[in-house]
């Protein structure tokens, strides 16, 4: 719902994250900054390995690793 509500709709394309004004690197930020799940999920299962997460936040991780690295 959330990434309706932010204009992605087709869940099978990759994720544009090289281009600071697109779509999806905005959503991507926008949902990290906020204070709710997404931030320490992703922080504890990163310190800790937690494998178990990576079929549902994994891709959100590699999203956001991609468009930190591309700063």
Do not use: C
Request: aromatic share 10%; no cysteine; net charge negative.
């Amino acid at each position: 719902m959330i990434l309706k509500l932010g204009g992605i709709v087709d869940l099978d394309k990759a994720p544009n994250t090289t281009d600071p004004e697109h779509t999806d690197v905005k959503l991507t930020l926008t949902m990290y900054s906020f204070e709710w799940f997404l931030f320490s999920r992703v922080n504890e299962s990163s310190r800790k390995q937690i494998s178990d997460v990576i079929d549902t936040l994994g891709p959100y991780a590699w999203t956001l690793t991609q468009v930190i690295g591309n700063i």
